[in-house]
């Protein structure tokens, strides 16, 4: 930069704040080291979904962290749902849905739309966004060498959704050893050969328990567990698992956050290392997350 334009004070100024700005950069850098050295050879699940994946640069950050921490000898594991596009196909193609409980009936035309958005674009886009940054991903769904076996949902009366019965982590076990990054979509089939749609924090959670993953990161669209809903001033940042069980039962955890805690709970229980749900909003959420002290949303912290 020419400073000689400008006073000696503002010379000053802009040289002290420019090695501000380096120590900064140098500190953050610094920062990350003790926990690329952590993760190397780690598991570790990503729920893919929500802002992070409607927004043209979210999710360009979103490939950018997952290919960094592929590179630094982590192994990501992404779990993705549908995003806004299955909407916007159903009604492309004028396919009624009916309601139940505010929830979409999953009937077989619909579930058909399901499987081609999900399986065949939503999936191919992440995979083909990842691998544009030079790592390696391979796209799959849970029909896929039988890598989730579902069932129906509750009473089923949601039509074809369904929850996780078993998870079979033999055909993913040799990508992830060779380096290649797991891109998953939540459709699964069950004993029988019928197709249903799950929830994609869900799977996550049953993956992560199933590879012994060291963490299970959900990305979302708040900025994590508030002590007061919608009191951003109040997030938890970290916590332990008997006290996000406590939060469960005292009734701060309510809502959308409600399935999201106990999907951590129960991957946490079942010897996952952290849990973490972090706000897909912001960008490079996360780098920010995984590679700074503070991170960015909330932690929950296992046994182990
Ligand atoms: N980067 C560290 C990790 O991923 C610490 C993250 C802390 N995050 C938090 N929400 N308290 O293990």
Not at 9 to 32: G, M, N, P, W, Y
Not at 144 to 164: C, K, M, N, Q, Y
Not at 181 to 208: F, H, L, Q
Not at 255 to 276: D, E, W
Request: glycine residues 10%; hydrophobic residues 40%.
């Amino acid at each position: 930069m020419i400073l000689n334009n400008y006073s000696s004070d503002t010379k000053k100024s802009i040289q002290t704040s420019h090695c501000d700005q380096d120590s900064i950069r140098v500190s953050v850098l610094s920062e990350a080291l003790p926990y690329i050295q952590k993760f190397s050879g780690r598991r570790i699940v990503i729920k893919y979904g929500g802002a992070a994946m409607k927004n043209e640069k979210l999710k360009e950050a979103v490939f950018r962290d997952i290919a960094l921490l592929s590179t630094v000898g982590a192994h990501p594991i992404i779990i993705h749902g549908g995003g806004p596009e299955i909407n916007q196909w159903l009604s492309k193609l004028k396919i009624n849905s009916q309601f139940r409980d505010g929830l979409r009936v999953t009937d077989s035309a619909t579930m058909d739309i399901v499987e081609m958005v999900l399986v065949g674009r939503v999936n191919k886009q992440i995979v083909n966004g990842i691998n544009k940054l030079g790592a390696s991903s391979v796209g799959l769904c849970g029909i896929d060498g039988r890598l989730i076996e579902a069932r129906p949902l509750g009473d089923g009366s949601h039509g074809l959704v369904g929850e996780v019965a078993r998870v079979n982590p033999e055909v993913i076990e040799p990508l992830i050893d060779k380096g290649y990054i797991p891109v998953i979509s939540s459709v699964a089939s069950s004993e029988v050969g019928t197709n249903y749609n799950i929830n994609a924090d869900t799977v996550a959670g049953e993956i992560a328990a199933a590879i012994g993953a060291e963490k299970l990161i959900l990305l979302t669209d708040t900025p994590g567990i508030l002590e007061k809903e919608n009191d951003s001033n109040t997030l938890i940042q970290q916590i332990r698992l008997s006290e996000a069980r406590k939060l469960i039962e005292n009734e701060i955890v309510k809502g959308g956050m409600m399935p999201k805690t106990k999907c951590c709970i129960r991957a946490l229980a079942q010897g996952v290392s952290a849990a973490h749900i972090i706000d897909g909003r912001i960008s490079h959420a996360l780098l920010l997350e995984l590679f700074t002290d503070k991170g960015i949303g909330t932690m929950i912290i296992g046994r182990g």
